[in-house]
């Protein structure tokens, strides 16, 4: 066999290998944007944590629903699947205790912000701010926004370091979020 006949063959081979790549592609997009399939998420922290610096991702580890898998667990990041009209929920519950190890008494009780942003602009913010021991303070937004195949989606702190513990436990109240795909 010449070399000439060796590229031919080869090219032949990558342009089938092409073909069956556009294929598969094909599908997968077809298959995401089908109306038909469910986009749902929702995630929440396990346990009571510190309160965050400006500029944090909440990375919420206990994931219970991921319909889509656009849900990142390990960055804390929504990527819309699909484009079209989504629904964003979440809340915090800041603690009037400390709660979290080590406890530092000289610490403030719990106050964080938390900005739902949506390709790094801010779309909603909440704050959750206790002021005397024992009190706690839950916090919840739900937006409702256009959203185009790609775009991403996080609660972070937005305006101020957080201080203090945040509550995420079954007998104070959970720190979530979650959304799904209107239409």
Do not use: C
């Amino acid at each position: 066999m010449t070399d000439v006949q060796r590229l031919k063959e080869e090219v032949l081979r990558l342009n089938k290998e092409n073909v069956d790549l556009r294929n598969q592609l094909s599908s997968f997009l077809n298959k995401s944007s089908d109306p038909r399939t469910p986009i749902a998420f929702y995630a929440y922290f396990g346990n009571d944590f510190k309160s965050m610096p400006k500029g944090s991702t909440f990375v919420f580890d206990v994931v219970e629903t991921n319909l889509g898998n656009g849900y990142n667990k390990a960055t804390g990041i929504f990527t819309a699947p699909s484009s079209g009209l989504y629904a964003f929920t979440w809340t915090v519950q800041a603690a009037g205790k400390h709660v979290v190890q080590p406890i530092n008494s000289n610490s403030q009780y719990g106050e964080i912000n938390a900005a739902l942003m949506q390709n790094g602009a801010v779309k909603g913010v909440i704050v959750a701010d206790t002021e005397t021991k024992y009190d706690m303070d839950t916090a919840t937004a739900f937006v409702v926004l256009e959203t185009k195949v790609g775009d991403q989606f996080q609660i972070a702190v937005s305006e101020w370091d957080g201080q203090g513990d945040i509550y995420s436990n079954n007998s104070n109240g959970r720190t979530t979020f979650s959304g799904f795909m209107v239409s």
